[in-house]
T-cell receptor, first 116, second 111 residues
Framework: NAGVTQTPKFQVLKTGQSMTLQCAQD?????MSWYRQDPGMGLRLIHY???????DQGEVPNGYNVSRSTTEDFPLRLLSAAPSQTSVYFC???????????????FGPGTRLTVL | KQEVTQIPAALSVPEGENLVLNCSFT??????LQWFRQDPGKGLTSLLL?????REQTSGRLNASLDKSSGRSTLYIAASQPGDSATYLC??????????FGSGTQLTVLP
C-alpha cells in the first residue's frame, strides 16, 4: 500500500489563480479529510467526507471546494487563491472497523502552498 | 465550538526523564482521542488512540490516558530519549472521524 499520497509537494500561486490539491489513498478508507496547518494556529479542519458522494464543511471551509466521486480520491480545490491561504495542507484518511470502534488516522506528507 | 488545549506549549528535559504532556477538551461527546507526533517539516504520525469507552492505551514507552468526565488526556513518556524530540499533538475525533487538534507541545530531550 502506498498509504495516503498528496500532490504536489510544493506550489506557488499568484493571487486569484485556482488550483486543485490532490489526495489519494489505496487502503479503501471511507473517511477522508483536509486540514491546514499554520504557525500559531495548529491544524484546522477544512472539509471532510464519510464516503463517496458525501462531504461536509469543517472549521475553515471558505475559499475551498471538495468532491468525493470515488472512495480513493478527495481533491481540494482553491477557487481564487488569496495570500491568507498560504499554508501547509494535509490530507488524512481512516476506516471503521467492523462493529464500530476507534480508527487510526493516516496522514499524507502535506502540500506546502504559497500564494503571492 | 469544540476546543482542545495542550499544556505546556514547550518542554525541555534531560535524557532519561519521565514526562507528562497534558491535553484538555471542552466536549465530552468524543468518538476517540488521539495523540500524534510531528517532526519538523513532516507529516503526522499516529502514536496512540483511545476509544471513548477506554481509559488508557500503552505502546512501548508511551502511555496515554483519557478521562472524559473531566475532559482531560495525558501522554506519559518514560525514559525519554533525544529521538523523542518532536511536537506532540492531541486531537479529539467526532463521529465522522474529523479531528479537532490542540496546538501541540514542542518537546526537546537534551542528551
Amino acid at each position: 500500500n502506498a498509504g495516503v499520497t498528496q500532490t504536489p509537494k510544493f506550489q506557488v500561486l499568484k493571487t486569484g489563480q485556482s488550483m486543485t490539491l490532490q489526495c489519494a489513498q489505496d487502503m479503501n478508507h471511507e473517511y477522508m479529510s483536509w486540514y491546514r496547518q499554520d504557525p500559531g494556529m495548529g491544524l484546522r479542519l477544512i472539509h471532510y467526507s464519510v464516503g463517496a458522494g458525501i462531504t461536509d464543511q469543517g472549521e475553515v471551509p471558505n475559499g475551498y471546494n471538495v468532491s468525493r466521486s470515488t472512495t480513493e480520491d478527495f481533491p481540494l480545490r482553491l477557487l481564487s487563491a488569496a495570500p491568507s491561504q498560504t499554508s501547509v495542507y494535509f490530507c488524512a484518511s481512516s476506516y471503521s472497523r467492523p462493529g464500530g470502534g476507534a480508527d487510526t488516522q493516516y496522514f499524507g506528507p502535506g502540500t506546502r502552498l504559497t500564494v503571492l | 465550538k469544540q476546543e482542545v488545549t495542550q499544556i505546556p506549549a514547550a518542554l525541555s528535559v534531560p535524557e532519561g526523564e519521565n514526562l507528562v504532556l497534558n491535553c484538555s477538551f471542552t466536549d465530552s461527546a468524543i468518538y476517540n482521542l488521539q495523540w500524534f507526533r510531528q517532526d519538523p517539516g513532516k507529516g503526522l504520525t499516529s502514536l496512540l488512540l483511545i476509544q471513548s469507552s477506554q481509559r488508557e492505551q500503552t505502546s512501548g514507552r508511551l502511555n496515554a490516558s483519557l478521562d472524559k468526565s473531566s475532559g482531560r488526556s495525558t501522554l506519559y513518556i518514560a525514559a525519554s530519549q533525544p529521538g523523542d524530540s518532536a511536537t506532540y499533538l492531541c486531537a479529539r475525533a467526532g463521529s465522522a472521524r474529523q479531528l479537532t487538534f490542540g496546538s501541540g507541545t514542542q518537546l526537546t530531550v537534551l542528551p
